[in-house]
């Protein structure tokens, strides 16, 4: 049975909790939910694992328990355990680059200044594997949040208003997740990435 790998990003503890940083582990949950499977603790891999299926895949979700800056360390041993190939493999991460909630598929490519996509490449030798970011705007998109350091901005909790859009979006980024292990990359961002693209 084909396994497909879907590797949530974020930091792990309650302080970190509605975070813009921790929108990767908050999509992999809603997979979980779709699913029907829970997470339990794999200490091997450094990570919190769900598995289930769909159609004719194992599906496993995997949320690193290494912090973000360390996400490598977690992920490549989990490609490992299950043989999954690189193709195989989606990395579900926030990007600021990109408006709140829009979905950007891609087959491989730059890290863009993430430190999670940066160490995976570091830790697979390679970019050339799939990734699907989530926009969680930046600070200056938000009234005097041009004066905050990015850091500050993606570990920051967000707002009222914020989180309620993200949360009325999760299905759909369930979903983007979902027909990437059904359908594939290239059906994934013929899909997805039109939607919610900056004018």
Not at 19 to 48: C, I, P, W, Y
């Amino acid at each position: 049975m084909p396994v497909k790998l879907v590797a949530g990003l974020g930091n792990p503890g309650s302080r970190y909790e509605a975070t813009r940083h921790n929108l990767g582990f908050q999509v992999v949950d809603r997979v979980a939910k779709e699913l029907g499977v829970t997470f339990s603790s794999m200490t091997r891999l450094s990570s919190l694992q769900a598995v289930g299926h769909l159609g004719e895949n194992r599906v496993v979700l995997l949320k690193p328990l290494t912090f973000m800056n360390l996400s490598g360390n977690a992920v490549a041993p989990a490609r490992r355990f299950h043989g999954v190939e690189l193709e195989d493999l989606l990395v579900v991460s926030d990007d600021v680059a990109l408006p709140l909630c829009s979905i950007r598929f891609r087959a491989k490519g730059s890290c863009g200044g993430h430190n999670g996509l940066e160490d995976i490449e570091r830790a697979l030798g390679t970019d050339e594997y799939p990734r699907m970011r989530i926009g969680v705007d930046g600070p200056t998109s938000h009234p005097g949040g041009g004066q905050q350091k990015l850091e500050k901005f993606v570990l920051g909790r967000l707002g009222k208003e914020d989180e309620e859009t993200v949360q009325g979006e999760l299905a759909s980024m369930a979903e983007a997740v979902l027909l990437w292990v059904d359908r594939g990359i290239v059906e994934a961002m013929n899909r997805f990435n039109s939607k919610k693209e900056k004018q």
